[in-house]
């Protein structure tokens, strides 16, 4: 699917990529097998490594599914490590997440999975905040603040675990907006 001309003409043609990869192998079988049931992880992480010798900016999106959760800190360390620079978790909503011990783990991976954020905020990767995205509609949400390293600002309050940001065409949204989402 993606060939090196491809990829060469995204990159030549500065076209933002979005890469859809669950996570760890563990996470990535457990909402993707093959038709035959057999893992898609090692083709999806060599087509993404590919993917980021042109796009070294890519997003990879990992869609969060009550039977992948426990792996979500496992993923992100990976992909952190592969090379991606840009990880978006994306809930599942239309999934069951009724079950309290579902939630737990889920809240328990988040913590987690913030504490290696904020070390990657330490060595000076950018993060960017805007609106958060609610059942499909746009929802304005005060945050909170907190301190500013160098160009970096530290979000103390506002989001929660499992909100989706939205990060493109938010300057013109107001509270309780339609949005399309991907």
Not at 59 to 68: A, F, G, L, Y
Not at 128 to 149: C, M, N, P, Q, T
């Amino acid at each position: 699917l993606l060939s090196e001309e491809k990829l060469a003409f995204l990159r030549d043609n500065e076209i933002r990529v979005g890469f859809s990869i669950d996570g760890c192998r563990d996470a990535q079988d457990a909402t993707r097998p093959k038709t035959n049931g057999s893992s898609s992880h090692e083709r999806t992480v060599e087509a993404l490594s590919s993917a980021l010798e042109y796009l070294p900016d890519l997003q990879t999106i990992s869609v969060i599914d009550p039977s992948n959760v426990p792996y979500l800190v496992d993923s992100v360390r990976e992909l952190l490590e592969i090379g991606v620079k840009r990880v978006t978790l994306n809930p599942n909503w239309g999934a069951d997440w009724e079950d309290e011990a579902v939630r737990d783990v889920w809240e328990a991976q988040y913590e987690e999975i913030s504490n290696i954020y904020v070390d990657r905020f330490r060595e000076k990767k950018p993060v960017r905040i805007s609106f958060i995205e609610d059942k499909g509609l746009a929802a304005w949400r005060e945050v909170r603040l907190g301190a500013v390293v160098s160009d970096q600002v530290i979000v103390e309050e506002g989001i929660s675990p499992g909100d989706r940001i939205v990060i493109l065409g938010h300057r013109d949204l107001v509270d309780g907006d339609p949005l399309l989402v991907d």
